[in-house]
Each structure stands twice: as structure tokens, then as C-alpha cells.
Nanobody, 125 residues
Framework: QVQLVESGGGLVQAGGSLRLSCAAS????????MGWFRQAPGKEREFVAAITWGGGGTYHSDSVKGRFTISRDNAQNTVYLQMNSLQPEDTAVYYC??????????????????WGQGTQVTVSS
């Protein structure tokens, strides 16, 4: 059974940093793309970042580009999201995602194969 477990969320002041982790288990994900989405109250889930299976390609949404960085460790089946210069508008539940291709995360998020349970990130002003 595939399981994605996020950690690292919490409460931080504006301008602060957090590092999210997502540990995958149940199979080997080294050939899968991994990514992060977020959903703020009253809003739809939105793409944040994704990384190809080899780690050579990374994608970040315009709203986080330059502040957030996605990375992965295939030996640990783990994907990370380093979040710097956090702002109140970054407040959301952050979800880990795994799929065969980055393209699905970018263009067809409803088809993403695996999701984590989410971790809350709250940024106070």
C-alpha cells in the first residue's frame, strides 16, 4: 500500500522559513515525479512545485519562484520543499503528490496518482 507522509509544517512569522518533507513508502518512487500542491481556505488546490524522477528538472509556480525550492532524495524516497521568505498568503494545507510524469502535475492535477494527507503551514503577519 502506497503511503505519503508529510512533515515540517507549522506556524511561522512572515519572513521566516520552513522545510517540508514527504516520505513515500509502499513502493520505489525513484522513477516517479514528485511534487507539492497547496490549498488555502475557500480556494482550490493549486500547484506549487514539482521535480522529475532524476531530479534534473524542477518546476515552481510563479507565486513561489525564488522563495521555495523543491528537491528529492531517491535513496530515502523523500521529497522536500524549502520555503523561505514566507508570507501570510502562503498559509495553506500543503500536499505531497507523486505521479508518473511532471506533466500530469502541471496540466492534469486531477489525475495525479498519489496524495499525502497534508500538513498545515500558517504564516502570521
Amino acid at each position: 500500500q502506497v503511503q505519503l507522509v508529510e512533515s515540517g509544517g507549522g506556524l511561522v512569522q512572515a519572513g521566516g522559513s520552513l522545510r517540508l518533507s514527504c516520505a513515500a513508502s509502499g513502493r520505489t518512487f525513484s522513477m516517479y515525479a514528485m511534487g507539492w500542491f497547496r490549498q488555502a481556505p475557500g480556494k482550490e488546490r493549486e500547484f506549487v512545485a514539482a521535480i522529475t524522477w532524476g531530479g534534473g528538472g524542477t518546476y515552481h509556480s510563479d507565486s513561489v519562484k525564488g522563495r521555495f525550492t523543491i528537491s528529492r532524495d531517491n535513496a530515502q524516497n523523500t521529497v522536500y520543499l524549502q520555503m523561505n521568505s514566507l508570507q501570510p498568503e502562503d498559509t495553506a494545507v500543503y500536499y505531497c503528490a507523486v505521479d508518473r510524469t511532471v506533466n500530469n502535475m502541471l496540466k492534469l492535477p486531477a489525475t495525479v496518482a498519489y496524495w499525502g494527507q497534508g500538513t498545515q503551514v500558517t504564516v502570521s503577519s
